[in-house]
Nanobody, 115 residues
């Protein structure tokens, strides 16, 4: 059984940084897209950043220049480096990936940015 496990969330002051990690485990033959989504209270889930197996990236306009997505294919892990955090970045952050051709999601990790 394949699963994604996120870590690295927490409470940080505005202007601070956090690094999220998401590791895939189980019987893995291929991982295509890996990415991060977030959902704030009362809002719809939105895409934060995506990265392909070849390293191409895509970011939401709201995080461009502040967040960086990367992946370590040898470790089946995707990272999200978040700098210059703002209170509006507060949300549950979810890792998603296409593993063995199937979309897979993690349980989420809370990120809270205080003003």
């Amino acid at each position: 059984q394949v699963q994604l496990v996120e870590s690295g969330g927490g409470l940080v002051q505005a202007g601070g940084s956090l690094r999220l990690s998401c590791a895939a485990s189980g019987s893995i033959f291929s991982i295509n897209f890996m990415g991060w989504y977030r959902q704030a209270p009362g809002k719809q889930r939105e895409l934060v950043a995506l990265i392909t197996s070849g390293g191409r990236t895509n970011y939401a306009d709201s995080v461009k220049g502040r967040f960086t997505i990367s992946r370590d294919n040898a470790k089946n892990t995707v990272y999200l480096q978040m700098n210059s955090l703002k209170p509006e970045d507060t949300a549950v952050y979810y890792c998603n990936a296409v593993i063995n051709g199937l979309p897979t999601g993690g349980q989420g990790t809370q990120v809270t940015v205080s003003s």
